[in-house]
T-cell receptor
Framework: EADIYQTPRYLVIGTGKKITLECSQT?????MYWYQQDPGMELHLIHY???????EKGDLSSESTVSRIRTEHFPLTLESARPSHTSQYLC?????????????FGPGTRLTVL | GQSLEQPSEVTAVEGAIVQINCTYQ??????LSWYQQHDGGAPTFLSY????GLEETGRFSSFLSRSDSYGYLLLQELQMKDSASYFC????????????FGSGTRLLVRP
């Protein structure tokens, strides 16, 4: 059983608000990832981190930012939410004994921006 | 650039065998993974192939042919609970290590 958590699970907010989506894992994994997924569509990598103080942008351009101050924590922040940010955001991690090839996903945050 | 292609939908009956194909085109190819995602749920890892050949895990098997840039997921003895979306994902290793997901195949298992 993977131990990766995301909060909130659902969020409805107004345009222009600043939000932070939380992601935590207790597996000691070095690598963590954020994906964006619209209903019935593929996952797009928006940010990843290979360890503390290491963050990179993914293939899909995103107006969000991330930080990795602690191994277990990888929050994603939107400074000013817009309706185009409405989507599901999935956090994942990999590493440790299971290797780099298996990513464990959190339950996701479904974000709606009005 | 990079691309992955898989069928958008597949329908099969309970107890049958179904094969979901995936073709890919990418630089820095390292391996091919498969993930299952139920509606409203998170993706869960099913299998991984780095070398050519077949990997078997219970009712699920995955195959890779690097020379053909092709792989497939084989599901045997289908059960109703297997109705879900199945994503192939290329593991890329160039300047970084990451997964590139296909658009997913929605599998519907009928009684």
């Amino acid at each position: 059983e993977a131990d990766i958590y995301q909060t909130p699970r659902y969020l409805v907010i107004g345009t222009g608000k600043k939000i932070t989506l939380e992601c935590s894992q207790t597996m000691g994994h070095d690598k963590m990832y954020w994906y964006q997924q619209d209903p019935g569509m593929e996952l797009h990598l928006i940010h990843y981190s290979y360890g503390v103080n290491s963050t990179e942008k993914g293939d899909l351009s995103s107006e969000s930012t991330v930080s990795r101050i602690r191994t277990e924590h990888f929050p994603l922040t939107l400074e000013s939410a817009r309706p185009s940010h409405t989507s599901q955001y999935l956090c994942a991690s990999s590493g440790g004994g299971t290797g780099e090839n298996t990513q464990y996903f959190g339950p996701g945050t479904r974000l709606t921006v009005l | 650039g990079q691309s992955l292609e898989q069928p958008s939908e597949v329908t099969a009956v309970e107890g049958a065998i179904v094969q979901i194909n995936c073709t890919y085109q990418t630089s820095g190819f390292y391996g091919l993974s498969w993930y299952q995602q139920h509606d409203g749920g998170a993706p869960t890892f099913l299998s991984y192939n780095a070398l050519d050949g077949l990997e078997e895990t219970g009712r699920f098997s995955s195959f890779l042919s690097r020379s053909d840039s092709y792989g497939y997921l084989l599901l045997q003895e289908l059960q109703m609970k297997d109705s879900a979306s199945y994503f192939c994902a290329v593991i890329k290793m160039d300047s970084s290590y990451k997964l590139i997901f296909g658009s997913g195949t929605r599998l519907l298992v009928r009684p």
